[in-house]
T-cell receptor, first 113, second 113 residues
Framework: AQTVTQSQPEMSVQEAETVTLSCTYDTSENNYYLFWYKQPPSRQMILVIRQEAYKQQNATENRFSVNFQKAAKSFSLKISDSQLGDTAMYFCAFIEGAQKLVFGQGTRLTINP | NAGVTQTPKFQVLKTGQSMTLQCAQDMNHEYMSWYRQDPGMGLRLIHYSVGAGITDQGEVPNGYNVSRSTTEDFPLRLLSAAPSQTSVYFC????????????FGPGTRLLVL
């Protein structure tokens, strides 16, 4: 079974700093997709960024970027110039041919003023 | 577009009662899913559907039933509620396979006494 592991239950940084959230996953497939979702206190799940495994180039979305290491099965999220609005739970998720989206346990990120 | 809507937002049940959590989407998405979110465990897949008339079990299906008679609606039924089903329930939908963005509803908070 596919698994997703987020080893950092909580993280805290100062506003404007850069923070990196870790995620590792396990799969025997070669073609799959990876996602980072943000869940603010409102509980709404918001897609932050996604990465196709067949693409070597790391995905970027404004201040958010990933470091995708396929051989190591690692998919970390870097948030640059962090803002107070980035405070949220962040979930790493994985999907492959079975169409089931598997989530990690989440990392609670707090941005301090 | 309203996106993915869920009702009710909050519900209290007594052990043994039954109820249906409603989910609807107006984006003509093929895929719909139900997740539950428990503290420290991330989101876990309960049931999912790849189209009208087709459903399948996810990671934690016991105690829940689903049906998909139309593309728009995907209700989740609790047949006999148990305290272990106290959780936040999310419905999600996406257009098709792979890297398609999954859209989440606002969630239903369920408390079983």
């Amino acid at each position: 079974a596919q698994t997703v592991t987020q080893s950092q239950p909580e993280m805290s940084v100062q506003e404007a700093e850069t923070v990196t959230l870790s995620c590792t996953y396990d799969t025997s497939e070669n073609n799959y997709y990876l996602f980072w979702y943000k869940q603010p206190p409102s509980r709404q799940m918001i897609l932050v960024i996604r990465q196709e495994a067949y693409k070597q180039q790391n995905a970027t979305e404004n201040r958010f970027s990933v470091n995708f290491q396929k051989a190591a099965k690692s998919f970390s999220l870097k948030i640059s110039d962090s803002q107070l609005g980035d405070t949220a739970m962040y979930f790493c998720a994985f999907i492959e041919g079975a169409q089931k989206l598997v989530f990690g346990q989440g990392t609670r990120l707090t941005i301090n003023p | 577009n309203a996106g993915v809507t869920q009702t009710p937002k909050f519900q209290v049940l007594k052990t043994g009662q039954s109820m249906t959590l409603q989910c609807a989407q107006d984006m003509n998405h093929e895929y719909m899913s139900w997740y539950r979110q428990d503290p420290g465990m991330g989101l876990r897949l309960i049931h999912y559907s790849v189209g009208a008339g087709i459903t399948d079990q996810g990671e934690v299906p016991n105690g829940y039933n689903v049906s998909r008679s139309t593309t728009e609606d995907f209700p989740l039924r609790l047949l006999s509620a148990a305290p272990s089903q106290t959780s936040v329930y999310f419905c999600a939908s996406r257009l098709g396979t792979g890297a398609q963005t999954q859209y989440f509803g606002p969630g239903t908070r369920l408390l079983v006494l």
